[in-house]
Each structure stands twice: as structure tokens, then as C-alpha cells.
Nanobody, 115 residues
Framework: VQLVQSGAELRNPGASVKVSCKAS????????IHWVRQAPGQGLEWMGR????????KYAQKFQGRVTFTADTSTVTAYVELNSLSADETAVYYC?????????WGQGTQVTVSS
């Protein structure tokens, strides 16, 4: 199982960012993909999850209305798009797949929000 994320991003405050997570080695539609982030010196923060098979999503309350999860089954890739970025959202963003017996993580995508 492998989750490969897109590269580092630099954005101005107020901008949007879209991060991808390409899956391989398992049935993409059989497991949810979760998105988690970690700001410098902080713990992991769960953002929400998507069901790639049906497209159903669940967002953490603090991100409601500002984040969108999508999944493209033709390219077995999940995406997170976050709008109206602020500087305190500088963090490493991870996709995560809880499997039947293990948990797999992407390598992380550094998103830096700075003017």
C-alpha cells in the first residue's frame, strides 16, 4: 500500500490550496481516506474523511464550509482543497488510510501560508 502526495505549496493569506494523494496497492474504493494536519510544534489535527466509493464526506466542525474533499476513482487519487488560508494554517498535511489491519500514511505535503 502506498499513498503519494503532491509537493510543497506556498500560498499568500486568503488564497486556496489543493493537495493530492494518489493511492496504490489496494482497492481505492474499499477504504475511507482521512486528512490530518500538523502545524509546527503542535499535535495532529483531524480534518475529516471521504468515502471514495460513494463520495460521502465528513468534515471536522472547524473546517466546515472552507474545506472540500474529493476522490477521483479513475485516477485513484484523493484531494483536499482548503480555502481562505491564514498564516496559522502553515502545516504538514497528510492523507491517511485506516485499513483492516494497519494504517497507511502519505509522506506529507508542506503547506506554507505567508505574505
Amino acid at each position: 500500500v502506498q499513498l503519494v502526495q503532491s509537493g510543497a505549496e506556498l500560498r499568500n493569506p486568503g488564497a486556496s490550496v489543493k493537495v493530492s494523494c494518489k493511492a496504490s496497492g489496494y482497492s481505492f474504493t474499499s477504504y475511507y481516506i482521512h486528512w490530518v494536519r500538523q502545524a509546527p510544534g503542535q499535535g495532529l489535527e483531524w480534518m475529516g474523511r471521504i468515502d471514495p466509493e460513494h463520495g460521502g464526506t465528513k468534515y471536522a466542525q472547524k473546517f466546515q464550509g472552507r474545506v472540500t474533499f474529493t476522490a477521483d476513482t479513475s485516477t485513484v487519487t484523493a484531494y483536499v482543497e482548503l480555502n481562505s488560508l491564514s498564516a496559522d494554517e502553515t502545516a504538514v498535511y497528510y492523507c491517511e488510510r485506516p485499513g483492516a489491519y494497519d494504517v497507511n500514511w502519505g509522506q506529507g505535503t508542506q503547506v506554507t501560508v505567508s505574505s
